[in-house]
């Protein structure tokens, strides 16, 4: 009996052990480390990643009734909770002030993005300190009274200067579409970031890295929030799939707004429209998969091609839904709600076209993600792998003309959309 209850036990281990090293979600336990180096494989970047702060990025001004926010000016924003320029598309903690963006090319295809943000609510200004001063303060300015503060203040004021509780990174290959996702949010972690392909030095030598252009924290500043490996810094690969970072940026790999543009140094979105997205990692994949992710278009309207289409990729998250309302005006949809007065809320179509002509193609475009089968519409897959795309993909092709219901074929050619419906 004992010696089939021990053939028994093994054969358990062994099934255990089998389903363990086959189970399809095994590559959602890689770390941090593990996927970068995925990452720089895919994307074809050889070199070492560069060390990166959050501080040697361009801090983006943010405006109210078109005058710049700063330490004379703060109640303005903070009074009213509105801005004309919100880095972030959700609440009013887009108006928050002192985030900074950098944009660095890695060889010739490669291009590393880098956002770090304050990011919070401007009815709660202590989001992770108890100072709630000096919040109109530009970086210069914070530096500067962080370093001639007595040893009391200089912890606090270390907060205001190099801490930030949103971090964003993005890897993108603008030739082949490559992308790759790292992100940090909800708590503070100190602006001078750790190496992400590369082990954590030691913390003598780490904290000698720390340049005199970027203060060193205090003496009784966190250790945990300066020193701490990529793991730390960062979420997991499978968290951030999870979180849903793709779902916003699978059109174009990055964001584009009149706020965060090609003007900030990321690639054009006319080039960035042609490419597939192909996503790093199975989480991310499984994700792509899980939204069913499609780009789509329209029938011509009018014989003119879609307006939507003419210069982006409408996918059916990301471009599609809310985006098209935050983009075309709509004075009821949240975000305007936290515009200022005088903001230009409308910043698509970017050429001047007629009303009645620019509510067909939007009523279109707007059924079309909602309902991609429908006649008068057209859809393609874009990733999130090479075996996914259609054949003749970089050339245009691979379109599914919609056959389902006449929907959207109705809506293109209805003449009942007026202004005060719009």
């Not at 926010?69 to 320029?85: F, Q, R, T, V």
């Not at 250790?223 to 793709?246: H, K, M, Q």
């Given at each position: 009996?004992?010696?089939?209850?021990?053939?028994?036990?093994?054969?358990?281990?062994?099934?255990?052990?089998?389903?363990?090293l086959?189970?399809?979600?095994?590559?959602e336990?890689?770390?941090v480390?593990?996927?970068?180096q995925?990452?720089?494989?895919?994307?074809?970047?050889?070199?070492?990643?560069?060390?990166?702060?959050?501080?040697?990025?361009?801090?983006?001004?943010?405006?109210?009734?078109?005058?710049?926010?700063d330490?004379?000016?703060?109640e303005?924003l903070?009074?009213?909770?509105?801005?004309?320029?919100p880095?972030?598309?959700?609440?009013?903690?887009?108006?928050?002030?002192?985030?900074?963006?950098?944009?660095?090319?890695?060889?010739?295809?490669?291009?590393l993005?880098?956002?770090?943000?304050?990011k919070?609510?401007?009815?709660?200004k202590d989001?992770?300190?108890?100072?709630t001063?000096n919040?109109?303060?530009?970086?210069?300015?914070?530096?500067?009274?962080?370093?001639?503060?007595?040893?009391?203040d200089?912890?606090e004021?270390?907060?205001?200067?190099?801490?930030?509780?949103?971090?964003?990174?993005?890897?993108?290959?603008?030739?082949?579409?490559?992308?790759?996702?790292?992100?940090?949010?909800?708590?503070?972690?100190v602006?001078?970031?750790?190496?992400?392909?590369?082990?954590?030095?030691?913390?003598d030598?780490?904290?000698?890295?720390?340049?005199?252009?970027?203060?060193?924290?205090?003496?009784?500043?966190?250790?945990?929030?300066?020193?701490?490996?990529?793991?730390?810094?960062?979420?997991?690969?499978?968290?951030?799939?999870?979180?849903?970072?793709?779902d916003?940026?699978?059109?174009?790999g990055?964001?584009y707004?009149p706020?965060?543009n090609?003007?900030?140094?990321?690639p054009?979105?006319?080039?960035?429209?042609?490419?597939?997205?192909?996503?790093?990692?199975?989480?991310?994949?499984?994700?792509?998969?899980?939204?069913n992710?499609?780009q789509?278009?329209?029938?011509?309207?009018?014989?003119?091609d879609?307006?939507?289409?003419?210069?982006?990729k409408?996918t059916?998250?990301?471009?599609?839904?809310?985006?098209?309302?935050?983009?075309?005006?709509?004075p009821?949809?949240?975000?305007?709600?936290?515009?200022?007065?005088?903001?230009?809320?409308?910043?698509?179509?970017?050429r001047?076209?007629?009303?009645?002509v620019?509510?067909?193609?939007?009523?279109?475009?707007k059924?079309?993600?909602?309902?991609?089968?429908s006649?008068?519409?057209?859809?393609?897959?874009?990733?999130?792998?090479?075996?996914?795309?259609?054949?003749?993909?970089?050339?245009?092709?691979?379109?599914?003309?919609?056959?389902?219901?006449?929907?959207?074929?109705?809506?293109i050619?209805?003449?009942?959309w007026?202004?005060?419906?719009f």
């Amino acid at each position: 009996m004992k010696k089939v209850g021990l053939i028994v036990l093994l054969a358990v281990f062994l099934y255990v052990g089998l389903k363990v090293l086959n189970r399809p979600d095994k590559a959602e336990e890689y770390d941090v480390y593990q996927y970068v180096q995925q990452c720089k494989t895919e994307l074809g970047i050889k070199q070492p990643l560069p060390q990166l702060s959050c501080l040697d990025g361009k801090q983006v001004p943010i405006y109210v009734n078109h005058l710049k926010i700063d330490s004379s000016n703060w109640e303005e924003l903070a009074g009213n909770k509105k801005c004309d320029n919100p880095h972030w598309l959700g609440g009013d903690m887009g108006c928050w002030t002192y985030s900074h963006l950098q944009v660095i090319n890695l060889g010739q295809d490669n291009v590393l993005v880098l956002n770090c943000r304050q990011k919070g609510n401007q009815s709660n200004k202590d989001w992770f300190r108890a100072s709630t001063a000096n919040l109109g303060l530009d970086k210069q300015q914070r530096q500067v009274k962080f370093e001639k503060a007595s040893a009391i203040d200089r912890k606090e004021l270390y907060y205001l200067y190099n801490t930030f509780n949103d971090i964003g990174l993005i890897l993108r290959n603008t030739k082949t579409g490559k992308s790759c996702y790292l992100t940090q949010y909800g708590k503070a972690v100190v602006g001078f970031l750790p190496p992400i392909d590369s082990p954590l030095p030691e913390k003598d030598k780490f904290f000698d890295q720390i340049t005199s252009e970027h203060s060193r924290p205090p003496k009784n500043f966190p250790v945990s929030l300066w020193y701490r490996d990529a793991n730390e810094a960062f979420r997991s690969p499978a968290f951030t799939a999870d979180a849903g970072c793709i779902d916003c940026h699978n059109a174009h790999g990055f964001k584009y707004s009149p706020y965060i543009n090609s003007n900030s140094g990321i690639p054009s979105i006319y080039a960035m429209a042609e490419l597939p997205m192909l996503l790093v990692a199975k989480p991310f994949q499984q994700h792509f998969y899980d939204k069913n992710f499609l780009q789509v278009t329209t029938d011509s309207i009018d014989g003119e091609d879609q307006l939507c289409t003419q210069c982006h990729k409408m996918t059916t998250s990301g471009t599609c839904g809310p985006s098209i309302d935050y983009a075309t005006g709509h004075p009821h949809n949240i975000l305007h709600k936290w515009l200022t007065a005088g903001t230009n809320s409308n910043w698509m179509p970017p050429r001047k076209v007629d009303l009645p002509v620019l509510k067909k193609h939007l009523a279109a475009i707007k059924c079309c993600c909602e309902n991609p089968d429908s006649q008068g519409c057209s859809y393609r897959r874009f990733g999130p792998t090479e075996k996914d795309l259609p054949e003749g993909f970089s050339e245009g092709k691979g379109w599914i003309e919609g056959n389902k219901k006449k929907l959207c074929a109705e809506i293109i050619n209805s003449y009942q959309w007026n202004a005060d419906k719009f």
